[in-house]
Nanobody, 114 residues
Framework: QVQLVESGGGLVQAGGSLRLSCAAS????????MGWYRQAPGKQRELVAA???????NYEDSVKGRFTISRDNAKNTVYLQMNSLKPEDTGVYYC????????WGQGTQVTVSS
């Protein structure tokens, strides 16, 4: 079992930046893919970014060029650097091992004011 704990959310003005962290309770070295998801009010949860153990990444179209996902296997941590934030980025952001047996964190709120 893996426990995931997100941190780094908060309130930021449009154009600002935040870095989210996802700390895992055990080694993520063998976990092939980790993802960041977000859920805006009244909307379904959507994949924002994902990264494989080999470092390959993919991004939802609206965040390409603004968000960067990375992982530090030595620290068992996955990051999401979010720049040029927009009000439509507002939502609860979840970290997840989203393939095979899934594990999810509790989420961290990101609010972008206009």
């Amino acid at each position: 079992q893996v426990q995931l704990v997100e941190s780094g959310g908060g309130l930021v003005q449009a154009g600002g930046s935040l870095r989210l962290s996802c700390a895992a309770s055990r080694s993520i070295f063998i976990i092939n893919r980790m993802g960041w998801y977000r859920q805006a009010p009244g909307k379904q949860r959507e994949l924002v970014a994902a990264i494989t153990s080999g470092g390959s990444t993919n991004y939802e179209d609206s965040v390409k060029g603004r968000f960067t996902i990375s992982r530090d296997n030595a620290k068992n941590t996955v990051y999401l650097q979010m720049n040029s934030l927009k009000p439509e980025d507002t939502g609860v952001y979840y970290c997840a091992k989203d393939q095979g047996i899934q594990y999810w964190g509790q989420g961290t709120q990101v609010t972008v004011s206009s």
